[in-house]
T-cell receptor, first 112, second 112 residues
């Protein structure tokens, strides 16, 4: 019962480097989301995918791109990392828009 | 502008007593509210929700109260247990997109 799996769990990047955060769910969920959590800010939505083949911007999309590779997988890419992108990133999925969201364990990213 | 606010960053209660966590929101159109619980190094997990057609929802030791006129909701935990020590996030799900808007979180410590 893996649920939502994120890789990697930790990453340190230098400013300007690129990387992709991977997320996969095995619950046959239609909707997937990427959030970031910063101290004192709660979780903020970066991008979401309501269904396979669609993606939309959330509250803080700048500096990120996403790919809904298939129904199971939703990746988040940082093309040129900046220190402001130091955060904990959470992927989530839900069966549909009305269902509760299940979260992965998070990826702690530090950009130096 | 923070649409969902949890004004108390932390709360400490004695085991067996009641914990009350508060949340305020700004938009009277919000109609679905949730509480998530988060342990360190884990993703948030869904705890309880309430629709705007209700003013109370109960699940075991957890009860959520909604005061629409005050745009305020609260989570009551009775009796509190040390295992309840975690960060609690209030969230709203606007419209039918599945997106969540989170508050900043309140860290609850339940002392034995």
């Amino acid at each position: 019962n893996a649920g939502v799996t994120q890789t990697p769990k930790f990453q340190v990047l230098k400013t300007g480097q690129s990387m992709t955060l991977q997320c996969a769910q095995d619950m046959n969920h239609n909707s997937m989301y990427w959030y970031r959590q910063d101290p004192g800010m709660g979780l903020r939505l970066i991008y979401y995918s309501a269904s396979e083949g669609t993606t939309d911007k959330g509250e803080v999309p700048n500096g990120y791109n996403v790919s809904r590779l298939n129904k199971r997988e939703f990746s988040l890419r940082l093309e040129s990392a900046a220190p402001s992108q130091t955060s904990v990133y959470f992927c989530a999925s839900s069966y549909d828009r009305d269902s509760e969201a299940f979260f992965g364990q998070g990826t702690r990213l530090t950009v130096v | 502008d923070q649409q969902v606010k949890q004004n108390s960053p932390s709360l400490s209660v004695q085991e067996g007593r009641i914990s009350i966590l508060n949340c305020d929101y700004t938009n009277s159109m919000f109609d679905y509210f949730l509480w998530y619980k988060k342990y360190p190094a884990e993703g948030p997990t869904f705890l309880i929700s309430i629709s705007s057609i209700k003013d109370k929802n109960e699940d075991g030791r957890f009860t959520v109260f909604l005061n629409k006129s005050a745009k305020h909701l609260s989570l009551h935990i009775v009796p509190s247990q040390p295992g309840d020590s975690a960060v609690y996030f209030c969230a709203v799900k606007p419209g039918n997109t599945g997106k969540l808007i989170f508050g900043q979180g309140t860290t609850l410590q339940v002392k034995p």
